[in-house]
């Protein structure tokens, strides 16, 4: 069964770093893409990011970028998603999800994330 | 970034009977393969987004055929031919034609 796990739930200070985790199984991790996207506190969806593990290939909004870096561990299919210094607009709902090369659709979810930046 | 319009906001429906969604955007998602690049997702309650439609049309695994996906270019529609009780959520659209992708700002469906 093709499943994306995602790291726990987190509570974080501002300023601090973070990094969550996405692993993935039953599929071939170097084939598909890992998107990030962002759920604010009652809101819609904002898709933040992606890349293709094989070649660490990533593509960022361009209104988020330099605040996240996105990698990926092919020795245990796991994409992570990274922050040097969080603020406190960062509480979100955070998921990844999976995509075909040439785009079919994110067809693959994770659980999703919640992330608590708080003082 | 290309906008993305939803309507409804909200779409109070009763089980049995028909139900449509309308997204518009801001330029044309129609490649030149001939593709358009719109994906509808349901959020149902306490869940994560799950797709529904790819390439504004194609029924993902496992979505049932009371869900369909037309429109080219910029108009868009969800239609659901007999709304079920378990179709509650709410429905975003998204185009992928351009990056970055964006989402439409949701339709809250609710059984009246």
């Known amino acids: 069964e093709v499943q994306l796990v995602q790291s726990g739930a987190e509570v974080k200070k501002p300023g601090e770093s973070l990094k969550i985790s996405c692993q993935t199984f039953?599929?071939?991790?170097?084939?598909?893409?890992i998107a990030w996207v962002r759920q604010l506190p009652g809101k819609g969806l904002e898709w933040m990011g992606i890349?293709?593990?094989?070649?660490?290939?990533?593509r960022y909004n361009p209104s988020l970028e330099g605040q996240v870096t996105i990698s990926a561990d092919k020795s245990i299919t796991t994409a992570y998603l990274h922050w040097r210094s969080l603020r406190t607009s960062d509480t979100a709902i955070y998921y990844c999800?999976?995509?075909?090369?040439?785009?079919?659709?994110?067809?693959?979810w994770g659980h999703g994330t919640m992330v608590t930046v708080s003082s | 970034d290309i906008v993305m319009t939803q309507s409804p906001l909200s779409l109070p429906v009763t089980p049995g009977e028909p139900a449509s969604i309308s997204c518009r955007s801001s330029?044309?998602?129609?490649?030149?393969?001939?593709?358009?690049?719109l994906d509808w997702y349901v959020q149902k309650p306490g869940q994560s987004p799950q797709l529904l439609i790819s390439?504004?049309?194609n029924r993902a695994s496992g979505v049932p055929d009371r869900f369909s996906g037309s429109g080219s270019g910029t108009d868009f529609t969800l239609k659901i031919s007999t709304v079920e009780a378990d179709d509650v959520g709410i429905y975003y659209c998204?185009?992928?034609?351009?990056?970055?992708?964006?989402f439409g700002g949701g339709t809250k469906v609710e059984i009246k």
């Open positions: 330029q044309s998602l129609l490649h030149s393969n001939g593709f358009n690049y």
């Open positions: 999800a999976r995509g075909a090369t040439g785009h079919d659709g994110f067809d693959i």
């Open positions: 390439l504004g049309s």
């Open positions: 998204m185009q992928a034609r351009q990056n970055p992708p964006t």
């Open positions: 890349i293709h593990p094989r070649e660490s290939h990533t």
């Open positions: 039953g599929y071939s991790f170097n084939t598909y893409w």
